[in-house]
Nanobody, 125 residues
Framework: VQLQASGGGLVQAGGSLRLSCAASGGTFNDITMGWFRQAPGKEREFVAAQRWSGGSAVYTDSVKDRFTISKDRAEKTVSLQMNNVKPEDTAVYYC???????????????????WGQGTQVTVSS
């Protein structure tokens, strides 16, 4: 599966931004879609993920109640709605995909084998 992320940009603290990830190729059976981010000088970290087939989304604690992951089956896109953004949300955001991922490993970046190119999000204070 190929992934193409878009939607990044510059936003003021407290504002909103919506990232999209277009998926193509491959199969959507038993696939989990996730978002990760990497700030300068830091390791890539988990943000949110959800199985394409449904079920509850999983979020890292720092974005709960602010970010929402969703999918559009017809368009084969996964989005990350970012509300009330903070300067610490500044990072390059990556979408990723994994097949047959056990739910308990959904936060593990080493379990995702397909990655988009990343999109920069900068939050100004």
């Amino acid at each position: 599966v190929q992934l193409q992320a878009s939607g990044g940009g510059l936003v003021q603290a407290g504002g909103s931004l919506r990232l999209s990830c277009a998926a193509s190729g491959g199969t959507f059976n038993d696939i989990t879609m996730g978002w990760f981010r990497q700030a300068p000088g830091k390791e890539r970290e988990f943000v949110a993920a959800q199985r394409w087939s449904g079920g509850s989304a999983v979020y890292t604690d720092s974005v709960k109640d602010r970010f929402t992951i969703s999918k559009d089956r017809a368009e084969k896109t996964v989005s990350l709605q970012m509300n009330n953004v903070k300067p610490e949300d500044t990072a390059v955001y990556y979408c990723a995909a994994s097949y047959r991922l056990i739910h308990g490993l959904i936060r593990r970046k080493d379990r995702y084998h397909y990655w988009g190119q990343g999109t920069q999000v900068t939050v100004s204070s």
